[in-house]
């Protein structure tokens, strides 16, 4: 808040805070809720972080709703339960029209001969419902359904989401219902990295956003881009008389909205828009499993009350899911960066919701006997909004005689070796670290967007610099040069340029990213993150003992024990060092170091090393040091001029502080020291 006492120059802060806020929340709006953003991402990124300049250097102007705030650092220990102001039903639902026609006899048989009915039809869209409640016009709490009843309480994770605004322009109680989706172009970066990170991917996106909503840590919420769209208002009477208009006075105070309804007066216009929306529903960036009609009416919505399980004024028109029946004609068993071996279907390739299929997930040797499924069989597979198609039944009845029961191999098809069962593990491996598949995954693995993002790596390249022995593990992509890579097929001097300069960028990317590409189970994107923030240089890293891992990670939020292990596992593994020394000679994320020594500003030439639990994520704090000039130290060791002390600083930092002679300060100190 601007007071009196304030300058000028700091009521033009203060300004242009309220404006940054604003402009971020509209293109948030634009981008998460009506999926048309005005400007680039990289336009965007600016905005935002002016806005974290400002908010650093202006700490007094940050508020609780600011887009920065949306994700809070604090994983927690557990989801606590709440009771929902009002039951959250379900619906009676129909496939078929002659019953929709029933519904809408019994909606008129319950009302006055002369009464007009209206239908507000509305998408139906396929994803897990939540409760949101306003006061005051802020967001003040979030709940999942749960059974009806009692949800769960996940206000810190719809935070993240942020097409939905913290506060709005409505100082009276607002409760909304709402369906948390994630579009499917959304869900198919989720997988991809879920597959290359060794865990299942999601079978649609349904799942996917109702397990988003109910993580115990925000920060991995925020990574799955959910997004909401409000289909009720319980105060809806006090703001409109009508469903239709409530839908638009709430598209109007800004919240997410999904825009697709439509009043409808009988019958043969809710079927018109049924068809219609059936056949749209394909472009659309999510998935609807149908449409909901509602009589449009709060007063006779009210005067038709409700069933021992369902209200009479709605039903769901539901959508018959995509299926299709082809032949199975193969199953083939892939092999993983990890060595999982994966049965996969081949099929006879068939229409299938608007693509041609050849291929559907059988997920493992258990999935595959409980179906039953066996070469030369015709198999049912379904998209109902899946990404990856499923082989969902199989006709036994018309299996030609003989057909032999599948069984995983015990060797691996790409180099041969035995297949080894981990421990307790379902998952079969191949144990060779030379398997070219494996090879070939780990390096498709490591040029990916989201790792060190090397363009020109395609597949069939990374095939033929496997099969000629160019390339044996991903630190010889940096040894490649025009020489080497004139052999291959079909690749001339053009091409070799532009692929040796995206090799030669990618050496650029921080070491999160390294630490991403290279794969340490367990530890996905936002843990290699966190571990980069500890370790900041891959020299640090390679230094670490397993005791140093467990001193460092152990108490990271959101760290767990087997992922500290694995970690400890990775780093004392002889070939795994090999190979992380190899990169390293190479140069590979030397930026953060470089970035350290050439920024100036008030730290420059101090060094600190950061610990215990700070009032914001240790990332933020080391930016702030590096944006100021400072180097960051990952421990205390001789030359660390400050420790920035947080909460419960364990014994043996303080004691590496006394014997190096750095100074011990609070958060609050080192504020004012960048502050200058
Ligand atoms: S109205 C009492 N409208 O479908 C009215 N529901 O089967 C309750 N859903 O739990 C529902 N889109 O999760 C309504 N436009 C929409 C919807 C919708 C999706 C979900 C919602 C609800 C379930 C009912």
Redesign the pocket.
Known sequence: MITGRQTMSDKTKGSRHSELVREIQYHDHRYYVLDDPEISDFEYDRLYRSLVELETSHPELVTADSPTKRVGATPRADLVSVTHVAP????D?TYSESELRDFIRRVKENLADDEVVRFCV????????VELVYRQGRFVQGST?GDGTTGEEITENLRTIRGLPLVIEHRDPLTL?A?AVIFRRDLERVNERRLLEGEQPFANPRNAASGGLRMLDPREVAERHLRL?V??CLEGASLAPSQAIVLDRLAALGLPM?QR?KVCDGIDTIMEYLTSLDRSRRDLPFD?DG??V?VDSFAQQGRLGKTAK??RW?I?FKFAAERAQTRLLDIAVQVGRTGVLTPVAVLEPVQLAGTVVSRASLHNQQNIDSLDARIGDLVSIEKAGEIIPQVIAVDTGSRFPGAAVFRMPDTCPSCGTTVVRRGEEVALRCPNARCPAVIRQSILHFSRRFAMDIDHLGESLIDQLVERGLVADVADLYQLDMNALKVLDRFGPKSAENLLRAIATSKEQPLERLITGVGIELIGQVASRQLAEVAITLENLLAWTAEDVQEKLGTIDGFGPKMVEAVAVFLTDESKRNLLNKIAAQGVSRAQVANQTQRTGPLSGKSFCVTGVLTRPRDEVHAAILAAGGTVHDKVKKGTQFLVAGDKVGKSKLDAAKKNGAEIIDEARLHAMILG
Do not use: C, Y
Not at 88 to 91: A, C, I, N, Q, W
């Open positions: 959250m039903t379900s619906l639902n509305e998408p139906k869209l396929d994803g897990a419902s359904r219902r369906e769209f289909w009720q999904h309804h609807i449409a909901v509602k369902f209200p709605a769901a």
